[in-house]
């Protein structure tokens, strides 16, 4: 039901990079938990990171610790993905979810009463 719309994704070949971001349009999303999650042909949904209010509390899915980073800039709005050294299997539609809950685990893990944008494509090939 929130408005929020996702960019940045596109074609990239492994081990290059993308920075996805995602917009709240028409609210403050200051004080919303919110995340980037994926879903790829085949394979299930999965949280790829999140973010509490603050930005004080992080989770990140196991195989892209080191390479994402979640951020968030509550005076414009914004929340973004950083993706560096990205691999095939990264490819997948990226949403970007918000969650009143306090808990980044909750959002990227539970995902149960979430608030999702509209997604954008990564693609990741040779």
């Known amino acids: 039901q929130l408005p929020l719309v996702e960019s940045g994704g596109g074609w990239v070949q492994p081990g290059e990079s993308l920075r996805l971001s995602c917009a709240a349009s028409?609210?403050?999303?200051?004080?919303?938990?919110f995340g980037w999650i994926r879903q790829a042909p085949g394979k299930e949904r999965e949280g790829v990171a999140c973010?509490?209010?603050?930005?004080?509390?992080?989770y990140y899915l196991d195989s892209v610790k080191g390479r994402f980073t979640i951020s968030r800039d509550n005076a414009n709005n914004t929340v973004h993905l950083q993706m560096n050294a990205l691999r095939p299997e990264d490819t997948a539609t990226y949403y970007c979810?918000?969650?009143?809950?306090?808990?980044?685990?909750?959002?990227?893990?539970?995902?149960?009463?979430?608030?999702w944008g509209q997604g954008t494509q990564v693609t990741v090939s040779s």
């Open positions: 973010i509490s209010a603050t930005g004080a509390n992080t």
């Open positions: 028409g609210f403050s999303l200051a004080d919303y938990t």
């Open positions: 979810a918000a969650d009143q809950q306090p808990s980044p685990f909750r959002l990227c893990v539970v995902q149960r009463d979430i608030d």
